[in-house]
């Protein structure tokens, strides 16, 4: 089986912030949201980014 090394650091992370919060996922993400507002600049609105792709049914036909 082929470890793949990114796989293995955001196990090893999950695993230590489970630790960390008494394996609470409530906890967790109370932490995440908090790391979020602390750091609005790592955070990836794709809300905002997404572009609608033309409705193909609207679209002229030949």
């Known amino acids: 089986m ?3 090394p990114i796989l293995k650091e955001i196990h090893q992370i ?9 394996f609470d996922i409530r906890k967790i993400f109370e932490d995440v949201r ?6 609005k600049e790592r955070v990836v609105n794709l809300r905002f980014r997404r ?7 609207l679209q002229p036909t030949g």
């Open 51 to 57: 572009e609608k792709m033309p409705d193909p049914t």
């Open 2 to 4: 082929i470890t793949d």
């Open 14 to 22: 999950r695993e230590t912030l489970s630790q960390k919060f008494d």
């Open 34 to 39: 908090q790391r979020e507002k602390a750091h």
